[in-house]
């Protein structure tokens, strides 16, 4: 294949539970993308999901030697970033801080940690930068934001930034415009939903995906009547973990139908199962309310509005968000999330010298 010379050749790595996807982009072109299975067995030999960097290293490296890529004409490796402390979005090199907080698990254990270790790990070897991208824990947020309504709780940012930052910039892109000159709202729609108050580049609002705040989604239960859940946790019917599971993992449409597959409601829906009907509407609609919210919170200067995930590539469930929302503004929709693409984007704009890369420090 013939490569330009000016092309960048960028390794990309996304750490995921039992399994690695890499990438190797030319630019923004992919040329080689795997996920590398792990079997449990294999990972079970490790005390601590930190442990399994080494591991996962040299199976990244002999994937690519079997492939027959020369690692050493790579210009930069971006990975993944993990549970670090709160920071603004953007592509930042992996140093010594970074790792420290990465290996001691500084904001919690997941694989996503590894990612970082792995990148500055090769990088280091062939002499050349190391960076992630938009992690889960970018915070942008406005200190109006995060006022909860109780001085015990602040609001927090954790949401899908790295494919909400890059389709917003490819948005911003189809529209001729530059992502740090607007104002957009973007919904990632996946097993979380996230909906993103993107001003001029930063996403200044966003609900909380993960630990019960927005729209319920296939599997979380989203904003509960607060009252009523308190109800449920002093009732002596549940522990403490299985409350959590109950917002974070069989809420949902798995709570209402026994299942996380839309595809799967989608056939339930033809098949003619109203009470499947009844509660995907009822997901499009709150997915609507709060794209409604956000919208007050650009005071209603919203120029694009952004449908992503795998969620989106539900026509009729787009076709209901979209008769809620399109008298806000234009509605783009962009189905699924590529990671890598992302990752590979991210390091480019800082190779190209159109981004400043950033960094990471512990305070």
Not at 96 to 107: P, V
Not at 238 to 256: P, R
Request: net charge negative; aromatic share 6%; with cysteine.
């Amino acid at each position: 294949m013939k490569v330009l010379h000016d092309e960048k050749r960028i390794l990309t790595i996304n750490p995921g539970s039992t399994s690695t996807k890499i990438g190797v982009f030319h630019n923004e072109r992919s040329i080689f993308e795997k996920t590398l299975r792990h079997n449990v067995e294999e990972l079970q030999r490790f005390d601590r999901i930190i442990d399994q960097y080494e591991f996962r290293k040299n199976h990244i490296l002999e994937t690519l030697h079997e492939q027959g890529i020369n690692i050493s004409k790579f210009d930069a490796v971006c990975a993944r970033g993990g549970l670090l402390r709160p920071i603004e979005g953007g592509t930042y090199v992996v140093n010594d801080d970074m790792i420290e907080d990465l290996k001691s698990g500084y904001a919690g254990q997941h694989a996503s940690n590894l990612g970082g270790i792995i990148a500055r790990e090769i990088a280091d070897g062939l002499n050349i930068p190391s960076y992630i991208v938009d992690p889960v824990v970018v915070d942008e947020m406005s200190v109006l934001a995060k006022v909860s309504g109780m001085p015990e709780i602040e609001r927090k940012s954790i949401f899908h930034a790295l494919n909400q930052k890059a389709v917003a910039r490819k948005a911003a892109a189809s529209l001729g415009k530059r992502y740090e000159n607007m104002k957009m709202i973007i919904t990632h729609m996946g097993g979380g939903i996230t909906i993103g108050v993107h001003d001029r580049g930063r996403v200044v609002d966003v609900n909380n995906g993960l630990h019960g705040e927005g729209p319920f989604s296939p599997e979380r239960a989203g904003t509960v009547p607060a009252g009523d859940l308190v109800d449920l946790c002093f009732s002596g019917e549940y522990t403490k973990e299985e409350i959590m599971k109950k917002l974070v993992g069989t809420g949902g449409l798995l709570g209402y139908l026994g299942t996380n597959d839309a595809v799967k409601v989608e056939q339930m829906i033809q098949g003619g199962d109203e009470k499947a009907r009844f509660i995907y509407d009822a997901m499009a609609y709150q997915v609507a309310k709060e794209i409604g919210a956000a919208s007050a919170a650009l005071k209603g200067e919203v120029e694009a509005i952004v449908l992503t995930g795998g969620l989106a590539y539900g026509k009729s469930f787009v076709s209901a968000i979209r008769s809620y929302i399109d008298w806000i503004s234009d509605v783009l929709v962009y189905p699924g999330e590529n990671e890598l693409q992302s990752l590979a984007q991210g390091a480019l704009r800082v190779l190209l010298g159109e981004e400043q890369s950033k960094q990471y420090r512990i305070e």
